[in-house]
């Protein structure tokens, strides 16, 4: 079967999912030196990961900080309400830039870059195996991974794409030395979403089975103000934020 880097859903409900029993850990809390990186959207972020995940994110960054560089992580385990907002605020970025495109097209879109809920496939970030994250210098600075293009274009979405400058590509170039070597795996119509354990990290390395499925933290509660039915509105991030690596 040829991969698509979409990893479409009608792929990826075919690989079964036998869960290992590992718990969610504070990835923050396994490894200190981690970074947040300003929220994308307005809720309540939690700092959770599976334990191998956060284990490989502590190497990836240790790496990293003998060069200088750290990683800065957006969110690790993400609750369904969430993503349930999440897709609906990508549906409708979408429907606003291309308002000729059929609901066919849009979800054929839209579930490339925000997974949906479903029954088979569970978000990736739900299972607790899945990180957004970036690079950042060892002060924090995040460093530039898109230009020339702007940060929302979904033209620089994809790891490798056309037209990437030098210094995006040398940023991204390090996330991947630094992360690969751990076990994670880059979902490639995202440069910043790596996995480990889901379908997704099956799906990309050939794996028989996805060892995480969907997982609640224990004695969970959501914050009240984030239950809603209203789409997420994506932020707006200072381009003064980049530093330069010249």
């Known amino acids: 079967m040829k991969l698509s880097i979409a990893e479409p859903v009608s792929q990826l409900k075919h690989i079964k999912i036998i869960d290992n029993g590992e718990p969610l850990v504070d990835f923050l809390a396994e490894c200190p030196d981690l970074i947040l990186d300003d929220p994308r959207f307005k809720y309540r972020r939690e700092t959770l990961a599976r334990k191998s995940m956060a284990t490989m994110l502590c190497q990836a960054n240790e790496w990293l900080m003998k060069r200088g560089f750290r990683l800065a992580i957006v969110e690790g385990w993400r609750p369904p309400h969430i993503q349930k907002r999440m897709y609906m605020g990508t549906w409708n970025r979408f429907k606003e830039r291309h308002p000729e495109w059929s609901d066919v097209t849009l979800k054929r879109v839209v579930n490339r870059y925000t997974a949906p809920i479903h029954g088979q496939v569970p978000p990736p970030h739900s299972t607790g195996g899945a990180v957004d994250l970036v690079l950042a210098d060892i002060d924090g600075r995040i460093q530039d991974h898109w230009s020339p293009y702007t940060w929302r274009d979904p033209i620089c979405f994809e790891f490798d794409p056309p037209g990437l400058s030098e210094d995006a590509r040398k940023t991204r170039k390090l996330l991947w030395e ?48 984030d239950v809603s039915d209203a789409p997420l509105v994506l932020l707006d991030l200072e381009q003064d934020r980049i530093a330069s690596r010249r």
Do not use: K
């Open 178 to 225: 630094a992360i690969s070597p751990t076990g994670l795996t880059n979902y490639p119509s995202e440069y910043w979403h790596w996995s480990y354990g889901d379908q997704g990290w099956a799906y990309r390395g050939g794996h028989p089975n996805a060892l995480y499925g969907p997982i609640t933290p224990n004695g969970y509660q959501p914050d009240p103000a």
